[in-house]
């Protein structure tokens, strides 16, 4: 299994700012994957993180408004900028963890970040 | 493209059995994963099928037909503890590794 940690876990900001999100996992990773949950909604993927090189976003994302950093394998920040009430949302860290066997790895996911922008 | 859909919101009474059912289209398919998530809470892993067939764990089992495009969580012996929404995600392997991409997910309502 994988421990996942993130700061914060809650804040409230103010339009137009912005708040970056610390994600630490107790073992080193390959990738690390972020995820935005917007109220009753299921999980979205923001990007994949890649120790080493840039992140790949997915449809409908992009690097200006969420940009990541990944400095090490255990550690990765996303950053949500120039927020607006529609970026309130829940924000996941997410890492594959291998299992027993070669072939099953097992997705586990950091706590949450919940962000409320006024 | 993916697409992968289930229903939205189920009910069932404490002790009985309910089935959730996902479909699912996508390309570089590598596995199914059924989460679970309480309110309030971050989604915790439940099963992982790859290959075709039925993976049981207590009371919770998980079923995979990759032919069909189809897989479905059996939830035995309800608890009131055991509503929650069920997420529904499909591993796609894209850029030499995986993600996973998640349905909309299945709030089930156990009630007594």
């Known amino acids: 299994s994988a421990v996942i940690s993130q700061k914060p876990s809650r804040d409230i900001c103010q339009r137009g700012t912005s708040l970056t999100i610390q994600c630490q996992v107790d073992s080193q990773v390959t990738m690390m994957f972020w995820y935005r949950q917007q109220p009753g909604q299921s999980l979205t993927l923001i990007a994949t993180a890649n120790q080493g090189s840039e992140a790949t976003y997915e449809s409908g994302f992009v690097i200006d408004k969420f940009p990541i950093s990944r400095p090490n394998l255990t550690f990765s920040t996303l950053t949500v900028s120039n927020m607006s009430p529609e970026d309130s949302s829940i924000y996941l860290c997410?890492?594959?963890?291998?299992?027993?066997?070669?072939?099953?790895?097992?997705?586990?996911f950091g706590p949450g970040t919940r962000l409320l922008v006024l | 493209g993916q697409n992968i859909d289930q229903p939205t919101e189920m009910t069932a009474t404490e002790g009985a059995i309910v089935q959730i059912n996902c479909t699912y289209q996508?390309?570089?398919?590598?596995?199914l994963f059924w989460y679970q998530q309480h309110a309030g809470e971050a989604p915790t892993f439940l099963s992982y099928?790859?290959?075709?067939g039925l993976e049981e764990k207590g009371r919770f089992s998980s079923f995979l037909s990759r032919s069909k495009g189809y897989s479905y969580l059996l939830l035995k012996e309800l608890q009131m503890k055991d509503s929650a929404s069920y997420l529904c995600?499909?591993?796609?392997?894209?850029?030499?590794?995986?993600?996973?991409?998640f349905g909309a997910g299945t709030r089930l309502a156990v009630h007594p």
């Open positions: 996508t390309s570089g398919f590598n596995g």
């Open positions: 995600a499909v591993t796609q392997i894209g850029g030499g590794y995986n993600k996973l991409i």
């Open positions: 997410s890492v594959f963890a291998s299992g027993r066997l070669p072939a099953r790895e097992t997705q586990y």
């Open positions: 099928n790859v290959l075709d």
